[in-house]
Every structure is written in C-alpha cells, then in structure tokens.
C-alpha cells in the first residue's frame, strides 16, 4: 500500500460514508461500496490542487506520439500532482517514477502508467484492421490479452486501445487501427478486445497482474474525417452518427471498458473535447458509463485553434466541464482549474468527480495497496515473447491474410511441388515493416521476413528458391528490374512482396494516391513480361487501389502488415498449411475517386442497376461502375463452399421481445479442409427514413472438412433491426425486410423474407 497518509486513511476508510450520499452524484464503476468509501477516503484528505493533479497526465517522452511538452513534470510528481505517465517504460523506469510519487508526495498517491499497446506490445500481432479480417473474436480476444500480459509485465496498467471508430475512407491513414467500416463487427471486435485487455476471458479480471484497463476511442467519428484528411472535421447527420459511428463504441461501454477517450475531431462544429452532449449526455446518461475520460494527446490545448476557446485557460474549463477527466499532457489543468474554481467557472464538485474516477481505477487495479505490484523484472522476462505467444501471433497471421484472386489454383504452393520460385519485391526481406504501426515496443529487427518464412518452409522440400530485390519501395532501376526479371525466367513461379512502408499508415499518415508506388509498378510489369505466373503479396495499413494488379496478376494475398511472426504465417498461407479463411472488414476501391466506399450504402431515389450500370440519369460513375474492386466480407479460400437450404422457423416477428431464428446449410464443395465465414445479412425494405441496402447481423467463422456440410443458426431480434429513425429514438419499425445468408456483402443468391408486425 502507498505511503504517507494514505497508509493511515486506508485503515480507518470503513468509517467514512459510502460515495452514494454527498458525493455529488458521482455513480462508482465497480459499483463496490467498499471501493467507493476508500475512494471518498482518499478524497476528503486532499486539497483542490491535488484533487487537480489526478487529472493531470504528463507524458515521459521516451517514446513520442505527439507534440513534445516543455513542462518539468519531476516538481508536480514530487508534489503529488500527476494522475497518470505516458510514455514510461521498464520495470526500473516506472519504478522510480512511482517511488518519487508515492514516497515523496503528502498523501503517496501512486499514479497510473499508460502506453499505447495497440496491437501487441513486444511480441506484435496484426494490425487490428488485419485482425478484424479474421472473423476470429476469441483470437482477437486472446491476442489482446497477451498484450496485457506482456505490458502489464513491464509495469504498464492502462492501454489507449482499442480503436474502435468506424473507417469508409482509405485515405485515412488510422484505419490500420481499427476494425473496418461496419458497426456490427466493429462492437463484436469492440467488445472481444476490451474483455482480453481487462479480464473477463480464462476467469480473469480487472485488476489481475496480467489485466490492464483499457480505452476506447475515438469518441466520437473520428473515423469520419472529411476527405480522409486526419485530425480534420466529421460533418454528419445525428441520424448517422447514432446508427453507423457511435454502436462500437457503445459495445466498448457495455463490454465494461474502464475509459474512453475524446477525439480530435470536431463534430458538427463542436470539438469532441469540449462536447458535454456527447461525452456526458450519451456516454455517461444514456450508456450509463462510469469510467473516466481522458482527452488525446494536447487534445485541450487545441481547442483553441480549433476556434471555439479563446485561450488554454478557456480551453480547460470547457473540456472539464463537457466531461474530460483527465488532461493528456496538454497541462491546462494543473495550470489553470484552480483559478477557474474561484472565478465560478469550474464547479469543484466536477473536479471531485473526475478525481474520484481516477482513484478508484488506481483502488481497482491494487494501487493503494502495493504500487509497485507490477514491477517485478523475473516476471517481465517469464512473461516476454514466449513461445506460447509467437505461436499464437503466427496463427494470427495466417488468419488474417486475405486471399483476393486465385487464378488457375496457383496457390498453394505445396512442399511435394517440383518447382522453382523466384522470390521479389521490396518487402521480400524485410524486416522493419512489417510490424506496421504503433508497434508497442518491438524490436523491429526481430520480426521474421517473408524471405526468411519461405525458406525455411520449403527447406529440405522440392521447391527451389531464388531471391532479387527488384526495387525498394520508391526506387529501381533497370539493373535491379534486370536482375529480378533473369530470377523470374529461371522460375516457375514468381512470388512478389510489395506495399506500403509502415509510416505511410497510422497517425498524420493520410495518402491521396493510395495506389502502388511507380517503381514497384514498374518492376511487376517486367514480370509479368516474362509471362510467368506471379503470386502477388501486398503488405499495406490500408486498402489500396489494386485495380491493375487485379488484371495483371495471377494470385494476390493482402497480408497487410502482419507484426513479428509476419514470415512465418504468410508462408504458412503460400504453402497450404493453412487454408486462408479471411474475409475483408473493409472495402478496396477500384480507385481514389470512388472514396469513401462501403457496403451498407442507401439505394438513392435514382439507384444503379447492378447487373446493368448505365449512367443515364443514375446515381452512378462516367468511367467506373460504383461497386468496390473487392467488396465487405469477400475473400477466397483454396477449397470452395456452398449455402442452401435457407429457412424461416416463422415468417414474421413481433416489433418487441421478439425474434426468429434462420437456419441453412454450409458445405465444403472443394478437396481441402478450409473455413467459412457466413453472413447474415438483412434490408429493412421500408423505414422512417432512408435505409441501408444492406446491413451485416450476424456472423459464424465455420470449420468444414472436405465434402462435410453443416447446419448454422441465426437468431434476429427485434434489438438486432432497431435504429434511430426519424424522431430520434431507437426501435424497431413494423414493415418487410429481406435476408441473405451469404459468402460476402455482394452475395445475393438465397434470399428470404419476413415481416414484423
């Protein structure tokens, strides 16, 4: 247990009053009445600026994910005016950090450690849009709780993640982060990786050595961007925010996320940071959310550019009064809050409040009773990279590859083949890549090359392998493509590596050619001048536009940027040791023009034809159809799978506690064993207002043995069809609505309809 006086108010906290009288409405987390009179301990012994200092996080710039901070925090932490570090790292760092915290302030209270463990922190998984393809939640979930397990090892107990905002623009260089442009399997991703970072899987829970609380973000519709541009305005109606951009993050909520944090962006012309409609009324009134919230890094500080504070000071008291709890290194409110207190601007029972949120996720996470509980360098080892994880990461990989074209079965390449492979491309062999962004603290180095994955798939096998770079990412030149096109002539077949660099996605990271660097085109035209059949592998952060591989290549994996066992999981996928099972959880454009695209679009009073795209007077394209290359849900696998038999237990529903239950039959038609992803989709055919034409309601990632079929269920209730139609509130409408059980969102072939009355 912390030091000072928070020793002494600890044994004698069953004295005071539970938090529910006096309290100022504060509504507790955990709902621990114990929790909640140690938490009101704590508070009664603290003055405004300690209270103050909780809400203060500073950020320890070992690893810089924004603006650097002038301030010398070491004086605040002293004083035991700091809530939270970003940024500290190691058992030995953050343990002097919270000693000087809890040994030389006036109370001792210990302080939280934050870092963004994205997607993995030293053994590094897919980028979550490349997790999101799998359909896997309980992967999902497992592969977050390893990242929980290896932070909170290092003395880490809260992650900002996850990134849950709904993605329709590939421009945006953040949809590596999150789960892709659908609300459905953006909750269900939601949900799976808040309960693998916080417990709640395997009989764990919050508070646990191996737990870490987590955050969603970005509330709200940072995802919705104009122009794809990051950090930039999200112009929407209140129609489509509720019923596209805010489910997930409901999901985050219900799924008992410990916090949430603001977003940059403003959102009809009021920034995220200082919008008490949204960070209070919904999150907290009608979600019923009791963590805490935190702004993004300096997010205070930029109201004022944004135009709606005339000063940081000004800045502050909005953000605190629209919700924020704490203040990401921006530190207005350790600067200003106890000024605005005394002018009346700054109500001290909001500041207690967000004081109280803060503690008590320190009470819960076993703080106040041991600080240093996390910090044990024998467990950090135990616990780093072990080979129960790397196997688990490689799993991942191969789950997550997304098979798009497969012409004349070229792939897979199995290891009893007799053939040669010239192996080319930028990303070949490389290393550094291919963890993609936000990459926790991996050594970059150490992640296996697809080069290397090959080679030692195929050692001591029938396969023959050569190796020519080609090009770099940017840069070629005629020797290099001469050298890459004498490999190709020696070979059968012609396996390429090419993409995006890992800066090129992520935070600021926002491209308005999102097609194949000229060098990279350049060198797949001279393969394909030899007429040898090439395997295209694509390592990127975002859809891109594949338009001309797609008619020129003869097989194209989207591997995106797959993290530490990278090599080793895509050989996995060429080889056929595993069957890919992907489907995309974003749409690919057939160019630029077409953003932003997705599936769940509304018909339009003049809508296109789909089987016969004329332009006359359509809300359609001159010079390109208005589908995606590659649509929501769509991916190949080496066998193939057929749906039917789809059945109704009963034609119609009530609009209330009611539901109805599909059923059909899946069957492996292939030789291989593979799995299938099964979608359910529905059309509400008549609304209040204008519905999509299609929305995804139900999934089952299915395992099928060559020539086995298997009967799959669906329930829809009438919370499934319930939106916000045009009086603003969520039901479910009577009317008729059709249903598919399908391979993808394009897939129309068994239909069925029903009514609800």
Not at 450 to 466: A, C, D, P
Request: include cysteine; glycine fraction near 10%.
């Amino acid at each position: 247990m912390a030091g000072g006086l928070a020793a002494i108010l600890f044994a004698a906290c069953g004295s005071h009053p539970t938090g529910a009288a006096g309290n100022g409405g504060w509504k507790s987390y955990s709902g621990d009445r114990e929790v909640e009179r140690r938490v009101d301990s704590v508070l009664k012994l603290m003055t405004l600026e300690e209270k103050i200092g909780q809400l203060t996080q500073f950020s320890a710039n070992w690893s810089i994910t924004g603006p650097v901070m002038s301030d010398d925090f070491q004086p605040y932490l002293e004083q035991g005016l700091v809530g939270s570090i970003f940024n500290a790292t190691s058992v030995e760092g953050i343990r002097r950090m919270q000693q000087v915290a809890v040994e030389s302030s006036r109370l001792g209270i210990p302080i939280l450690f934050g870092q963004d463990v994205i997607h993995g922190y030293r053994t590094i998984f897919p980028i979550p849009l490349a997790e999101a393809c799998s359909w896997d939640l309980e992967m999902m979930r497992r592969t977050a709780e390893i990242a929980a397990i290896e932070a909170a090892s290092d003395g880490i107990n809260w992650t900002f993640a996850p990134m849950v905002d709904i993605a329709r623009d590939a421009r945006w260089g953040r949809v590596m982060e999150g789960a892709g442009e659908d609300p459905y399997l953006g909750s269900k991703v939601a949900e799976a990786r808040v309960i693998g970072f916080q417990g709640g899987g395997d009989g764990k829970a919050l508070g646990e050595l191996q737990t870490v609380l987590a955050t969603g973000k970005h509330l709200a519709a940072y995802g919705a961007a104009e122009s794809g541009r990051d950090y930039n305005t999200a112009e929407l109606s209140e129609h489509t925010l509720r019923n596209v951009y805010l489910p997930p993050y409901e999901a985050a909520a219900k799924a008992g996320v410990a916090t949430f944090m603001a977003s940059f962006n403003d959102i009809n012309g009021v920034p995220a940071t200082a919008n008490r409609w949204l960070l209070t009324e919904i999150l907290r009134g009608e979600w019923g959310f009791n963590g805490f919230v935190v702004s993004d890094y300096t997010g205070i500080n930029e109201l004022v550019p944004h135009g709606v504070a005339e000063e940081e000071k000004h800045a502050a008291e909005l953000a605190l009064n629209a919700g924020v709890d704490m203040d990401m290194t921006g530190a207005t409110y350790i600067k200003y809050l106890k000024q605005s207190v005394e002018e009346g601007k700054v109500s001290e029972k909001n500041i207690d409040n967000a004081a109280r949120r803060i503690l008590e996720m320190k009470f819960l996470l076993g703080l106040f009773y041991d600080p240093y509980r996390y910090l044990d360098e024998e467990r950090a080892k135990r616990n780093t990279l072990t080979p129960e994880f790397l196997e688990t990461a490689r799993k991942a990989v191969a789950a997550s590859v997304v098979l798009l074209k497969n012409d004349n079965g070229v792939l897979p390449i199995g290891r009893e083949r007799a053939v040669t492979l010239a192996l080319v491309g930028p990303l070949m062999n490389d290393s550094v890549n291919l963890n993609g962004e936000w990459a926790g603290l991996a050594d970059r180095n150490k992640s296996i090359p697809i080069l290397q994955g090959l080679t030692e798939k195929y050692r001591g096998s029938s396969v023959r392998l050569l190796y020519a770079e080609g090009a770099s990412l940017t840069e070629t030149s005629p020797a290099k493509i001469a050298e890459a096109v004498a490999a190709a002539r020696r070979a059968d077949i012609v396996i390429a590596a090419v993409g995006e660099s890992y800066h090129w996605s992520g935070e600021a990271a926002v491209r308005t050619d999102i097609r194949l660097p000229e060098a990279q085109r350049q060198l797949l035209e001279a393969l394909k001048a030899t007429g040898k059949p090439i395997v295209l592998v694509n390592l990127s952060g975002r859809p891109l536009d594949l338009s001309r591989e797609d008619e020129t290549m003869d097989a194209i994996l989207q591997a995106w940027f797959p993290g530490t066992q990278g090599g080793h999981g895509i050989a996995d996928v060429i080889a056929g040791d595993y069957n890919p099972s992907a489907r995309l959880a974003i749409s690919f454009p057939r160019n630029i023009g077409q953003l932003p695209i997705y599936y769940n679009r509304k018909s339009t009073g003049r809508p296109v034809d789909l089987n016969d795209e004329r332009v006359d007077y359509r809300s359609s394209y001159l010079d390109c159809s208005i589908t995606p290359l590659y649509p929501f849900g769509y991916g190949l696998s080496y066998t193939t799978f057929t749906i039917s038999d789809v059945k109704l237990d009963k034609p119609s529903m009530k609009a209330e506690g009611d539901r109805i239950t599909v059923t059909a039959t899946v069957a492996n038609s292939g030789d291989r064993e593979g799995e299938m992803v099964v979608q359910l989709y529905v059309r509400d055919l008549i609304g209040s207002t204008t519905r999509p034409v299609k929305e995804l309601k139900g999934f089952r990632k299915v395992p099928l043995k060559a020539g086995e079929s298997r009967e799959v269920t669906f329930e829809i209730n009438s919370d499934d069809l319930a939106f916000y139609g045009s009086d603003m509130r969520k039901k479910c409408e009577p009317g008729e609505f059709k249903l598919w059980v399908a391979q993808s969102s394009d897939d129309n072939g068994l239909e069925a309809q029903f009514s609800v009355e």
